[in-house]
């Protein structure tokens, strides 16, 4: 079994790599580590230096993942600042926006950095679905009960959610390299 670490503070991300490793023999262990998000536009260069940042406190190969959602309408807002719009004005606040609007289409976007111990290795993944006229289900967590893929929203879904998940194809991109190495 190869046991690898996931650094993040996001419970649901965590248990979500969790599950869907143990479908390809790779065990998640859960860290916790504090540490100032870079800011920037791009999720893949954020989680290049975030990877960087911790690679510098971290003896120990690890991985992690930063994610956003992103409304074609708002022209991908919130996408990097997922996290904080959030925190601030939620999912309420996302479909106050796209009141009376009519494209509906957005994206989950993930980004996987990997630190092997000497360079930094990323993976991407991406489902494309749209925003729910209201919210539905209590399954998952974040932007999850808002957004449809097919016709039931992430949070309607539970486990099966797993099966789409922009972070399962960026999991399975990087447990299949990872497993080849
Ligand atoms: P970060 O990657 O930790 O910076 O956070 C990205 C933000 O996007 C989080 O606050 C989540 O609320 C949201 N997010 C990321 N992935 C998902 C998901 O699978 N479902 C719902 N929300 C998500």
Known sequence: MIEVI?????EGKYREA?????KYGVEVNWMQVEYLEPQGTD???IAK???EILSEKID?????EDSGLFVEALNGFPGPYSSYVFKTIGNSGILKLMEGVENRNAYFMA???YWDGNKVWTFEGRVDGKIAKSARGDAGFGYDPIFEYEDKTFAEMGDEKNEYSHRRKALE???GWLSKR
């Open 49 to 51: 230096k975030s990877a």
């Open 43 to 45: 999720l893949k260069e």
């Open 18 to 22: 969790r599950a869907i490793g143990e």
């Open 111 to 113: 980004v996987i950095a």
């Open 6 to 10: 996931f650094i993040t503070s996001n």
């Open 173 to 175: 991109k990087f447990f």
């Open 60 to 64: 120990s190969s690890f991985f992690i």
